[in-house]
């Protein structure tokens, strides 16, 4: 199936819509967050997006968008362009292997119209294997109406089904692992965590304040937007916000910069936990700035690492999100 570029040919076509769901592989229509895409020169692109003033997860707060609606616009640029600008066909799976975002919170005001935000996107380190995309990295500039937002960058690797099939072994079949998923742990405090809901908290208590246990409930309408066979991106990032926030309770902030690394698949057959570390590295020099090492180990080997940077409430009043 092709895409055009052109939304010039026509009025009709100059409208804007959400993309087909199947480009930026989600199951429910409302989820998709791109409207469009074009070339800008070899390997440079422009995806547009549009967020709503309102989401039943990606919650705003204190009148500001949340940040990770940047994350979740650069993953399904990911797909996107694999599909349309690398001909990567339907079925080949997309996976991490690092990723980043830092937003200007500034430009994170919710307005009295959706937000239309512009994602220019240049890919670098493109691998084939033959004529099939292997990987390439994308560097995000984001803006809004504009003005600059923030930036972002993803890593990932292309794999076939057959690769991927073998790669994963019987953790591929998604009816055995939903058969072994292990039972759903009780959930953090949500307040702690930065939440509203009980629904949305991704941690589980542990005896430690500094370890919890990954809460991966796979009947969740967004962070499973359809059957997977392993702990989706977004679920791992959304971890690291949460052990973040409960780091710097009782403080309010937001999680304006995020860095992770992926080792290994987190999966759903076992528990995974989620770890926060004394930030070892040089001190920041604005004290209401506050980093946050976090990592996940799952059955003795690390599945990510992580730094977030929390920005509290003094130094973001009431005009900063804090996830809902």
Partial sequence: MTVSTDRSVSPIAALS??????YVHKSAHSEVLLTGWRVVAPDEYVVTAQWPRTHSFYTPDEGHHDPLLLAESVRQAIPLLSHVAYEVPFGHRQIWDTFSYSTDPDALVVGSAPADISLHIRCSGISRRGRRLAGLTMHVTASRDGEFLGTAEAGFTNQSEAVYQRLRGRNADLAEVAARTIPLPPPLTPRRVGRDRFH??????????????????????????????????????????????????????????????????????????????????????TPDRHPVNVVAHQNGEVVFAATATVATATSVPLRLHFAG
């Fill in 200 to 285: 949305d908290v991704v941690l589980s208590p542990t005896s430690s304040t500094r370890r919890a246990q990954l809460r991966a409930d796979v009947n969740h309408p967004i962070l499973f937007d359809h059957p997977v066979d392993h702990a989706p991106g977004m679920l791992l990032l959304e971890a690291v916000r949460q052990a973040a926030y409960r780091s710097a309770f009782p403080r309010r902030g937001v999680l304006t910069d995020m860095e992770i690394r992926f080792s290994r698949y987190a999966e759903l057959t076992s528990a995974c936990w989620i770890e926060t570390l004394p930030n070892a590295g040089a001190p920041t020099t």
């Fill in 17 to 22: 819509s959400a993309l087909p769901r199947e």
